[in-house]
Antibody
């Protein structure tokens, strides 16, 4: 069965960077994209961007351009999301999700979420 | 950027009742670019509907989606206890490539 397993919770100081991993299993990793979605406490989901796991092409939300990087390691079927110059506004639950694109665009499987807390 | 506005913010209903959730877009959205998700506290969102009207794998047929253009609807024909949750609509815009979520509708037990 399809599974996305994310790295554990992290606490960072303002100005630092965080890198979250997402290990996929149960499907051919390069046949789908991986998207990252975050959710601040009590808020709705916010799309951060996606990466094509086949060729590494990325699309980032305009709001996060320059601060976010998404990469994959196809040898281990793992996706990574790095967010730099953290502020308290980046405190959120970060999800990876398998991304279906082409004719339809949606997220069909999700990781369990990684809580990132930014605090001095 | 296309903004999705969901209404109502909260829907208070009883088990067995019909739930009608609205998602209105600030610009026209292609039907194949519209999806709905269910989220329960402490869990990741779960795909319910994609392509505006196609149920995802394992979703019971009491869930249905409809609409086109700027107005989309998620209907739950007869609420079951496990359906009480927050529902989000999501759209894809190709120029530039962006995905956005609505603010959510909470379906709570009356």
């Amino acid at each position: 069965q399809v599974q996305l397993v994310q790295s554990g919770a992290d606490v960072k100081k303002p100005g630092a960077s965080v890198k979250v991993s997402c290990k996929a299993s149960g499907y051919t990793f390069t046949s789908y994209g991986i998207s990252w979605v975050r959710q601040a406490p009590g808020q709705g989901p916010e799309w951060m961007g996606w990466i094509n796991a086949y060729n590494g092409n990325t699309n980032y939300a305009q709001k996060l351009q320059g601060r976010v990087s998404m990469t994959t390691d196809t040898s281990t079927s793992t996706a990574y999301m790095e967010l730099r110059s953290l502020t308290s506004d980046d405190t959120a639950l970060y999800f990876c999700a398998r991304f279906v694109s082409g004719f339809y665009y949606y997220f069909d499987y999700w990781g369990q979420g990684t809580l990132v807390t930014v605090s001095s | 950027e296309i903004v999705l506005t969901q209404s109502p913010g909260t829907l208070s209903l009883s088990t067995g009742e019909r739930a009608t959730l609205s998602c209105r877009a600030s610009q026209s959205v292609r039907s194949n670019y519209l999806a709905w998700y269910q989220q329960k506290p402490g869990q990741a969102p779960r795909l319910v509907i994609y392509g505006a009207s196609t149920r995802a794998t394992g979703i019971p047929d009491r869930f249905s989606g409809s609409g086109s253009g700027t107005d989309f609807t998620l209907t739950i024909s007869r609420l079951e206890p496990e359906d009480f949750a927050v529902y989000y609509c999501q759209q894809y815009d190709s120029s530039p490539p962006e995905l956005t979520f609505g603010g959510g509708t909470k379906v709570e037990m009356k």
